[in-house]
């Protein structure tokens, strides 16, 4: 039976030097395993709020609202506890972690999710796979995770783990920014496998269409003001390709 993350009226704030700020205003979205949905939206309407809210980031409050993983409630999980459960995070931002050399982390983590260390044959093969498919030099395994990474061979090396670690649902946030055509066609191919696979349930948050070139959506959603303001097909994305985000700005409570 498939899984199904279920966000319900999810309200969340952040301290901010000016006090509390409410940023998620009532959020509902259903994705079940194995479907794609894209979350669009112009700068500070909520969408890398709600990644770091499913994620378990500290900094981000919940004000009311549920998330549920099978009827599981999420928000009363832990962030390890969140990954075993089958969620993931593609970070914008990845962070640098010195002295960790990818090798370590990845099989670290792969033991960590799955509650026993992989057969180190298998998981020899599979890294290795796994990062030629991705065009990463080898040499990568033996470097420090993130560290001297450019933008692009970050965003590669959070594919890698997606590819690697097999969640259930995997939050993408802004995985596209700073890519050019290539490392974006690369990183796109990746997803894709996962997804083709492992029937990975993905919510791949962007600005643009262009990643929805190659990662094809089941469902589109709008993002203004913390709440979803529209939602539909593919043919929304090119739609707001053509059309930008104004008519839900003037239009939004």
Same mark, same amino acid.
């Given at each position: ?7 319900? $009226? ?84 990845? =962070? ?27 998981? =020899? ?66 997803? $894709? ?59 939004? =409570?």
């Amino acid at each position: 039976m498939s899984s199904v993350l279920e966000i319900k $009226n999810l309200q969340v704030s952040v301290e901010t030097d000016q006090g509390t700020k409410q940023i998620l205003r009532g959020v509902d979205l259903t994705i079940k395993q194995g479907e794609i949905h894209a979350v669009m939206g112009p700068n500070g309407s909520g969408k890398s709020t709600l990644a770091y809210t499913i994620a378990g980031h500290p900094k981000y409050i919940v004000d009311g609202g549920e998330i549920l993983l099978d009827g599981e409630d999420v928000l009363e999980m832990s962030v390890d506890e969140r990954a075993r459960a089958g969620l993931f995070l593609a970070m914008q931002y990845p =962070v640098e972690i010195p002295g960790v050399t990818n090798t370590n982390f990845l099989r670290t983590a792969k033991t960590a999710i799955d509650g026993e260390a992989p057969a180190i044959r298998h998981w =020899v093969k599979d890294v290795r796979t796994a990062m030629d498919n991705l065009k990463m030099d080898k040499s990568f395994a033996e470097r420090n995770v993130n560290e001297g990474f450019s933008g692009g061979e970050k965003k590669r090396n959070e594919i890698l783990q997606l590819e690697l670690l097999k969640p259930k649902f995997a939050v993408l946030d802004e995985t596209d920014s700073g890519l050019d055509v290539d490392a974006l066609k690369i990183v796109s191919e990746g997803v $894709n496998r996962a997804h083709e696979t492992n029937e990975l349930g993905l919510l791949l948050i962007t600005h643009y269409t262009r990643i929805l070139r190659y990662i094809k959506p089941d469902f589109v959603h709008v993002f203004v003001e913390g709440k979803v303001a529209d939602q539909g097909g593919p043919e929304l994305a090119d739609r707001l390709e053509e059309e930008g985000y104004d008519r839900y700005l003037t239009t939004a =409570v």
